[in-house]
């Protein structure tokens, strides 16, 4: 999938966290990006885009926000009546480790931590597209690891 093709829903509550959101998924060539500040309203974007003949190819929520926080809004998706809905790759984003399990365990395709920048949402977007993607490849970091001291 190429990114230009890919529609994407960014749920955040902050608007600063969505402004930078919407200038890294410019530098990564993907314009075709929506927002909301809450799940109550995300959830109505992506009925209302399904009604409409479309569909969000993937969505990134926050976890805390005031009217549906990204946990029951992730389960809404997930147990949605309409199977292309339920199937909408999803990323949590997440300042709290502990979450990460939790979300997986709901069915979030990936997590991404707070703060984050290009490389690792470019990442997230190569992992959860796979072999669909058709962007920039981008990797995780060499480790190199010291073999021990002998003593």
Known sequence: MKPEKIKVLFVDDASTIRSKA???????????YHEAND??????????AEKDGERFDLILSD????EMNGFEFLKML?????????????IIVTTTPENVL???????????HKPFDEKELGLRLV?????????????????????????
């Open 63 to 66: 976890l805390n926000m005031q």
């Open 127 to 151: 992992w959860v597209f796979g072999e669909e993607w058709e962007g920039e490849n981008f990797v995780l970091p060499e480790i190199k690891l010291n073999p021990p001291s002998g003593n």
């Open 39 to 48: 799940g109550k309203i995300a959830l109505e974007m992506v009925e209302k």
């Open 78 to 90: 997930r147990r949605h009546e309409n199977l292309k809905i339920q199937k909408t790759k999803f």
């Open 22 to 32: 919407r200038q890294l998924f410019k530098r990564l060539k993907i314009n075709n």
């Open 102 to 112: 939790i979300a997986i365990d709901l069915g979030a395709n990936q997590c991404l």
